[in-house]
């Protein structure tokens, strides 16, 4: 099973053991339709809790109580926790003009595939692209100068990068 990594746990609510989730979905959400998300308890270790309840509490905000946790101390060692869902769980929910909706899109440099966007990271100017080259990540500049256009039916992003760029990268 693939999962798309939308957010981290960032706080307790209340006294039953509510967690307040921030997520990168673009959109107020309370998770309807979905049945579990799932915690990275440690690295590339996905553990999924059923979903009680879930309400939105803004655009980047999720009130969300998980089966099993009753208590403000059980939901405690959750904070700075990353939240992932199931990838057919993400695209019911997902706005589709959000920046980690790319995940899975393929990178074309030039009219060169690349790979697949493994990561999107959102930063104030622009968003970066972590792709996998020769087994080591690779992150691409997306702003107007790199970014020729986004191919939504074929899943593609097509960039003309600034040379050399992927040589730091690539070099031994």
Not at 43 to 59: L, M, R, T
Not at 77 to 101: M, Q, S, Y
Request: glycine fraction near 4%; aromatic fraction near 6%; proline fraction near 3%.
């Amino acid at each position: 099973m693939d999962y798309i990594h939308v957010g981290k746990i960032v706080a307790t609510h209340g006294v039953q053991g509510d967690i307040i989730i921030t997520h990168a979905l673009n959109k107020k959400t309370d998770l309807k339709n979905i049945e579990a998300l799932f915690v990275e308890e440690s690295k590339d270790s996905y553990i999924p809790y059923f979903i009680e309840k879930a309400k939105a509490k803004n655009e980047e905000e999720i009130i969300c109580k998980l089966e099993g946790i009753n208590s403000k101390e059980s939901a405690h060692r959750f904070i700075r926790k990353n939240v992932w869902l199931a990838e057919n769980d993400f695209a019911k929910i997902a706005d589709g003009n959000t920046p980690i909706a790319l995940l899975g899109y393929l990178v074309i440099n030039e009219d060169e595939p690349l790979s697949k966007v493994e990561e999107v990271i959102e930063q104030p100017h622009q968003l970066l692209l972590r792709i996998v080259l020769n087994e080591k990540d690779v992150f691409i500049p997306i702003h107007e100068e790199t970014l020729d256009k986004i191919d939504r039916k074929k899943q593609e992003i097509h960039v003309t990068l600034p040379d050399g760029l992927l040589d730091i990268y690539l070099e031994d």
